[in-house]
């Protein structure tokens, strides 16, 4: 339990601190899974102290978010998604998303996060309430709210949406199957912005 | 490693005895995974000779497939969802998963399987193997060989529709987002059986 400060320097706080604790938190979860990453270790491994830790976030779930954020405002990428062509809101999703998971430095948080999904509630309970509700849910929210029909079973259309990135993420990135990690994200995005579109655009 | 076979009476072969084996293997692989189940624990459970076990199933892959078949053929569910009007193959298919899925007994297993999938590379192996070639590859061969172009990335349009499903029941079964688990087979299928159509039969 004994930490050694003296070895590196307490950085001070700052945007560089929340930044060295975001990097130091992605490189846990990816090594150690969620549930063995605790906030007190990702401040030793960042040399701040805990409670700067908790200073920037609330939660090891908050954290875990702030590690899978693209670099740009993921608002804003939702925005500018929202924003396009009605009828390519589906591709420009399913695009952001590989652009996003794509990165050599976020593929093994994502994959960590999908196991610990399958086998913690703490973790199911997290990407339930980020990717279904934050992304997919104001998404569908966001297109009804401009002029359509009410939109029908939301919560399933959301659900079903997610179902299929996170399917797709699994057989590229965790299970590997040959000709999906082989496949251009564009050769990918041609079969599923359609499917997108449809379970949160058309309807 | 001592067993008591006096314990319980050892079966003779035959059906009954491919019956046992295969309640047992269910039984472990859901309730310790994949990898802690053994050909040898399996055998014991069953109270047969191991020989039998190896007699029956090759490997432990064989034999795991054979605890997530239906009650029924397997090859008879796919063959009638195949001779079935051509413009609802993808309703069919997957209205047969979530007869399969919704099996209190075969859940577990299926929960298990995919943690399996994304840990180690035979489970992985596994589900490519028997998931996106035998089931979904099958049904694109089968489709193509009726008079029509032949496929485009094939295999990519049979790992993209496995991704659906597996993700659909990521979220039905193991991260149980409530509105995915609450919805009835009807309603999933109303939704993700046009997709697989698209991805499989309309290309």
């Known amino acids: 339990m004994s930490r050694s400060p003296s070895r590196r320097g307490r950085r001070p706080a700052g945007e560089d601190t929340r930044g060295a604790i975001i990097a130091a938190a992605r490189e846990s979860f990816a090594d150690k899974g969620y549930d063995a990453t605790s906030m007190r270790g990702v401040a030793r491994a960042a040399a701040v102290d805990a409670r700067l830790v908790h200073h920037y976030f609330e939660s090891k779930?908050?954290?875990?978010?702030?590690?899978?954020?693209?670099p740009a405002d993921p608002e804003a990428v939702l925005r500018e998604v929202?924003?396009?062509?009605?009828?390519?809101?589906?591709?420009?999703?399913?695009?952001a998303f590989f652009g996003l998971w794509d990165a050599p430095d976020r593929t093994p948080v994502l994959v960590s996060l999908i196991g610990a999904a399958l086998t913690t509630e703490h973790?199911?309970?997290?990407?339930?309430?980020f990717l279904i509700?934050?992304?997919f849910g104001r998404v569908i929210d966001t297109v009804s709210a401009q002029g359509d029909d009410p939109p029908h079973g939301r919560d399933l259309r959301a659900g079903i949406a997610a179902g299929q990135m996170v399917g797709?993420?699994?057989?590229?990135?965790a299970v590997?199957?040959?000709?999906?990690?082989?496949?251009?994200?564009?050769e990918i995005v041609a079969w599923v912005g359609p499917t997108l579109q449809r379970y949160l655009v058309d309807g």
Chains 1, 2 share one sequence.
């Open 133 to 135: 509700s934050e992304v």
């Open 61 to 70: 779930a908050q954290l875990f978010t702030a590690t899978m954020a693209v």
């Open 176 to 186: 590997r199957h040959p000709p999906v990690v082989a496949a251009t994200p564009d």
């Open 82 to 95: 929202l924003a396009g062509p009605r009828d390519r809101i589906g591709e420009g999703l399913a695009r």
């Open 168 to 173: 797709v993420a699994i057989l590229r990135y």
């Open 123 to 129: 973790a199911a309970r997290m990407l339930r309430e």
